[in-house]
C-alpha cells in the first residue's frame, strides 16, 4: 500500500511540474511558428495556443525577415498575456524601441538612426506597422520583456549570459525588479549617436546580454563577414574562459569561422567557465545541425528565415541537457 502511495504522489509531482518548451528566434516565421506548436502537442483554443502543463518560452527576436510580423507577435503576445508563455527581448525588439523612439530634447533624431543599412534590418516589420496605430502599440509590449529569465532550474537569455552585467544593471543602474528597462536605460543603452568612449556602462551590459560578447581582433587582422563586409571583431564562447585561438573561441556558422584568422587567443577578462543551471538563448544563426553546446549550454536560434527551420528544446526537469 505504502509503495502504491509513493508512485502516485511521485506521479502527482510529475504532473504539478511545469514542462517548458523554448523556442528559438522566430523572425515573423508565422506558418513556421504555428507547425513547430503543433508539433508540440500545442492547440488553438479561443484564439490561444496552449498545451496542460507546459509553457512555451520565446528567447526574442520575433519580428525582422520574415513574411507575418504582425500575426508572429500577436500569436506569441496572446500566450504570453493568457499565462501559456513568456518571452524575453532580443535584440530585434531592442531596435524596434530604438527606431521608434526619438531621443529627448532632440527633435526627428531617434535613439537608433534612420540610415538605409538599420532601414533594411527592419523592413520587414515597417513594411507591416509604419503608419498605422499598431506600431505604437507593439513597441509598448516589447518594452514589457524582460532582459532575461531566471526560472531557478534553467536560465534564459537572448545571446549571453552574464552575471557581472546583470548585477551591474540590477544594483547599480536601476533595472526593474522584473529585468525590463526604465525609459531612461532605454535611451542610454541604445542611443547609437554617442561615440563608445562616452558611452553609458548600460549600453554595454544590454549589449552584452542581447548581442553577444565581442572579442577585438590583434592590430591588422580581420576576417570577411556573409555580406563580405571586413570584420574586426568576433562574437565569442562567453561560457568558457580559456581558447588557444580565435577560431577556436569564435561562436559563428562554421563558413565564417574558417575566415576567422587562426592566431593565439588573447584572455579577455569578461569569461569565466559557466557552472550554474543550464542556459537557453538564440541570436547567433547557426548553420549546422542544432545540437547541445554542453550539457548546460544550448543555442536555439539556426538560421530560421528561409531555410525553414525553427528550433525547439523541451526541458521536463532535467539538471543536465540531452
Same mark, same amino acid.
Given at each position: 500500500m505504502l509503495s502504491v502511495r509513493l508512485a502516485t504522489n511521485m506521479h502527482e509531482l510529475r504532473e504539478k511540474r511545469m514542462n517548458y518548451d523554448v523556442i528559438g528566434d522566430v523572425h515573423g516565421e508565422y506558418d513556421l511558428l504555428v507547425a513547430l506548436l503543433k508539433k508540440l502537442g500545442y492547440a488553438q483554443k479561443q484564439g490561444?495556443?496552449?498545451?496542460?502543463n507546459h509553457k512555451a518560452i520565446f528567447v526574442g527576436d520575433l519580428v525582422d525577415r520574415g513574411p507575418q510580423e504582425v500575426a508572429t507577435v500577436n500569436l506569441v503576445r496572446k500566450m504570453v498575456e493568457s499565462g501559456n508563455a513568456l518571452c524575453i527581448m532580443g535584440n530585434h525588439e531592442?531596435?524596434? =524601441?530604438?527606431?521608434?523612439?526619438?531621443?529627448?530634447h532632440e527633435p526627428n533624431i531617434f535613439l537608433r538612426n534612420h540610415n538605409s543599412k538599420n532601414y533594411k534590418q527592419h523592413e520587414a516589420f515597417l513594411h507591416e506597422v509604419e503608419g498605422? *496605430? =499598431?506600431h505604437k502599440e507593439l513597441i509598448s509590449w516589447f518594452k514589457t520583456l524582460p532582459l532575461w529569465l531566471n526560472l531557478g532550474d534553467i536560465r534564459i537569455v537572448h545571446a549571453c549570459w552574464n552575471e557581472k552585467y546583470m548585477y %551591474?544593471? #540590477?544594483? *547599480?543602474?536601476g533595472l526593474r !525588479? !522584473? #529585468?525590463?528597462?526604465?525609459? %531612461?536605460l532605454l535611451v542610454v543603452s541604445t542611443k547609437e549617436n554617442n561615440d563608445k568612449a562616452i558611452k553609458h556602462p548600460a549600453f554595454f551590459a544590454v549589449e552584452a546580454l542581447c548581442k553577444g560578447l565581442e572579442a577585438s581582433l590583434p592590430n591588422g587582422h580581420y576576417f570577411i563577414d556573409k555580406d563580405q563586409q571586413k570584420r574586426h571583431e568576433i562574437r565569442i564562447k562567453w561560457w568558457q574562459k580559456e581558447f588557444s585561438n580565435y577560431q %577556436?573561441?569564435?561562436l559563428a556558422p562554421q563558413d565564417i569561422v574558417k575566415n576567422i584568422p587562426d592566431i593565439p587567443f588573447i584572455k579577455d577578462q569578461r569569461l569565466e567557465n559557466y557552472r550554474g543551471a543550464p542556459v537557453f538563448f538564440g541570436h547567433y544563426s547557426l548553420q549546422e545541425e542544432p545540437r547541445i553546446f554542453t550539457q548546460k549550454i544550448a543555442c536555439l536560434d539556426y538560421l530560421v528565415a528561409g531555410k525553414n527551420t525553427l528550433v525547439a528544446y523541451r526541458w521536463q526537469g532535467e539538471t543536465e541537457l540531452e
Amino acid at each position: 500500500m505504502l509503495s502504491v502511495r509513493l508512485a502516485t504522489n511521485m506521479h502527482e509531482l510529475r504532473e504539478k511540474r511545469m514542462n517548458y518548451d523554448v523556442i528559438g528566434d522566430v523572425h515573423g516565421e508565422y506558418d513556421l511558428l504555428v507547425a513547430l506548436l503543433k508539433k508540440l502537442g500545442y492547440a488553438q483554443k479561443q484564439g490561444v495556443w496552449k498545451q496542460y502543463n507546459h509553457k512555451a518560452i520565446f528567447v526574442g527576436d520575433l519580428v525582422d525577415r520574415g513574411p507575418q510580423e504582425v500575426a508572429t507577435v500577436n500569436l506569441v503576445r496572446k500566450m504570453v498575456e493568457s499565462g501559456n508563455a513568456l518571452c524575453i527581448m532580443g535584440n530585434h525588439e531592442l531596435n524596434a =524601441i530604438a527606431w521608434f523612439t526619438q531621443v529627448p530634447h532632440e527633435p526627428n533624431i531617434f535613439l537608433r538612426n534612420h540610415n538605409s543599412k538599420n532601414y533594411k534590418q527592419h523592413e520587414a516589420f515597417l513594411h507591416e506597422v509604419e503608419g498605422k *496605430n =499598431i506600431h505604437k502599440e507593439l513597441i509598448s509590449w516589447f518594452k514589457t520583456l524582460p532582459l532575461w529569465l531566471n526560472l531557478g532550474d534553467i536560465r534564459i537569455v537572448h545571446a549571453c549570459w552574464n552575471e557581472k552585467y546583470m548585477y %551591474e544593471l #540590477q544594483m *547599480n543602474l536601476g533595472l526593474r !525588479n !522584473n #529585468q525590463t528597462l526604465t525609459e %531612461e536605460l532605454l535611451v542610454v543603452s541604445t542611443k547609437e549617436n554617442n561615440d563608445k568612449a562616452i558611452k553609458h556602462p548600460a549600453f554595454f551590459a544590454v549589449e552584452a546580454l542581447c548581442k553577444g560578447l565581442e572579442a577585438s581582433l590583434p592590430n591588422g587582422h580581420y576576417f570577411i563577414d556573409k555580406d563580405q563586409q571586413k570584420r574586426h571583431e568576433i562574437r565569442i564562447k562567453w561560457w568558457q574562459k580559456e581558447f588557444s585561438n580565435y577560431q %577556436e573561441a569564435a561562436l559563428a556558422p562554421q563558413d565564417i569561422v574558417k575566415n576567422i584568422p587562426d592566431i593565439p587567443f588573447i584572455k579577455d577578462q569578461r569569461l569565466e567557465n559557466y557552472r550554474g543551471a543550464p542556459v537557453f538563448f538564440g541570436h547567433y544563426s547557426l548553420q549546422e545541425e542544432p545540437r547541445i553546446f554542453t550539457q548546460k549550454i544550448a543555442c536555439l536560434d539556426y538560421l530560421v528565415a528561409g531555410k525553414n527551420t525553427l528550433v525547439a528544446y523541451r526541458w521536463q526537469g532535467e539538471t543536465e541537457l540531452e
